[in-house]
């Protein structure tokens, strides 16, 4: 079973709606992150999490949310859905700072 | 505030020849840097990571990068490329500025290409 596991793999929906994407990871980590991928972009942190209390913006969080369920799940919302928000989102995780990451394999969303 | 700058968007070799992939940093830090892997479809692989320790760092699959403070570089490097090289890799390093957060700070990325 992966380590980092993000649900759904890929999601097709239209402008307006609310979306949720979830992360749930098996490693024991606190920290957890979501990224968004963009060609040519490379990954640009949207949110991340030191533990269930502590939950901070990255450099885009402007038309997302998050919510830290527990120390293993993580999950990232659009409140209404645009789309120049259609992008590959991963969410990773980590134990301490300057550790290796560790990333699920991506959520595919396209919004038409 | 830390940056990084991979030198070529697109690189193509032939199988069997050397893999270079181009990263320079600037960091007003000691850097912790990584490179990680991406192929079609699949998350972010760790290949290698840095983090002041020796400056010739040895990874998976026979990839190693030079970490050289006088040049702010941190090139990816494989002697012979095979075919299941051919993906696309981020040069990373960590913010280690205010607050330590141990945030990522990817480059744009270089899609490796390995010809038969």
């Known amino acids: 079973d992966a380590d980092v596991t993000q649900t759904p793999r890929n999601r097709i929906t239209k402008t307006g709606k609310r979306i949720m994407l979830e992360c749930s990871q098996t490693k024991g980590h606190d920290r957890m992150y979501w990224y968004r991928q963009d060609p040519g972009l490379g990954l640009r942190l949207i949110y991340y999490s030191f533990d269930v209390k502590d939950i901070n913006k990255g450099e885009i969080s402007d038309g997302y949310s998050v919510s830290r369920q527990a120390q293993a799940k993580f999950s990232l919302s659009l409140e209404s859905a645009i789309p120049n928000q259609t992008a590959l989102y991963f969410c990773?995780?980590?134990?301490?700072?300057?550790?290796?990451?560790?990333f699920g394999d991506g959520t595919r969303l396209s919004i038409l | 505030a830390q940056s990084v700058t991979q030198l070529d968007s697109h690189v193509s070799v032939s199988e069997g020849t050397p893999v270079l992939l181009r990263c320079n940093y600037s960091?007003?830090?000691?850097?912790?840097l990584f490179w990680y892997v991406q192929h079609p479809n699949k998350g972010l692989q760790l290949l290698l990571k840095?983090?002041?320790?020796?400056?010739l760092v040895k990874g998976i699959n026979g990839f190693e990068a030079e970490f050289k403070k006088s040049e702010t570089s941190f090139h990816l490097t494989k002697p012979s490329a095979h075919m299941s090289d051919a993906a696309e890799y981020f040069c990373v390093v960590s913010d280690r500025g205010s607050g330590n957060t141990g945030k990522l700070i990817f480059g744009q990325g270089t899609t490796l290409q390995v010809k038969p």
């Open positions: 840095y983090t002041s320790a020796a400056t």
């Open positions: 960091s007003s830090y000691s850097p912790s």
């Open positions: 990773a995780t980590s134990g301490v700072s300057n550790q290796p990451q560790h």
